[in-house]
C-alpha cells in the first residue's frame, strides 16, 4: 500500500492540527495502521496506532488525552487528531502499515509514507 501524510504546519503552542495519511494500492480496510514521529537528532517513536476496523486503539503516554487517532475506510484514510499542541511535539510525522511484532515498534511497520512536519511555536 502507498502512503501519503498531509497536514502539517505551524502552530502555536496550545493549538491543533489534523494529519492525514492517504492510502492507494491494496486494500486499506484490511491493514492495521499506526503513527509515528521523529524529532531532530531523536529515533522515531511511537505515537498511536489503530486496528483495521477502528478498534484497539493505542497511545503514547505522551500523547494521551492531547491526540486522537481514527480512519474511515471508505475514504482509505487515516486521521491525527493533535490538541493542545506543546513544543515537544515537533516533529516530522510519519503514517506506517503495521505488519507483524509490537505495534509501538517502528520495525514491525512496512509501507511507510513520506512524512509531514510539525512545528509547534512556544
Known amino acids: 500500500v502507498q502512503l501519503q501524510a498531509s497536514g502539517g504546519g505551524l502552530v502555536q503552542a496550545g493549538g ?11 486494500s486499506f480496510s484490511n491493514y492495521n495502521m499506526g503513527w509515528f514521529r521523529q524529532a531532530p537528532g531523536k529515533e522515531r517513536e511511537f ?10 486503539i493505542y497511545y503514547a503516554d505522551s500523547v494521551k488525552g492531547r491526540f486522537t487517532i481514527s480512519r474511515d475506510n471508505a475514504k ?8 493542545s499542541l506543546k ?7 510519519y503514517c506506517a502499515r503495521h505488519s507483524q511484532g509490537p505495534l509501538y515498534s517502528d520495525y514491525a511497520y512496512d509501507d511507510w ?8 511555536s512556544s
Open 113 to 120: 509514507g513520506q512524512g509531514t512536519q510539525v512545528t509547534v
Open 16 to 26: 491543533s492540527l489534523r494529519l492525514s495519511c492517504a492510502a492507494s494500492g491494496r
Open 76 to 83: 482509505n484514510t487515516m486521521y491525527l487528531q493533535m490538541n
Open 87 to 93: 513544543p515537544e511535539d515537533t516533529a516530522v510525522y
Open 47 to 56: 505515537v498511536a496506532h489503530i486496528g483495521w476496523s477502528g478498534s484497539r
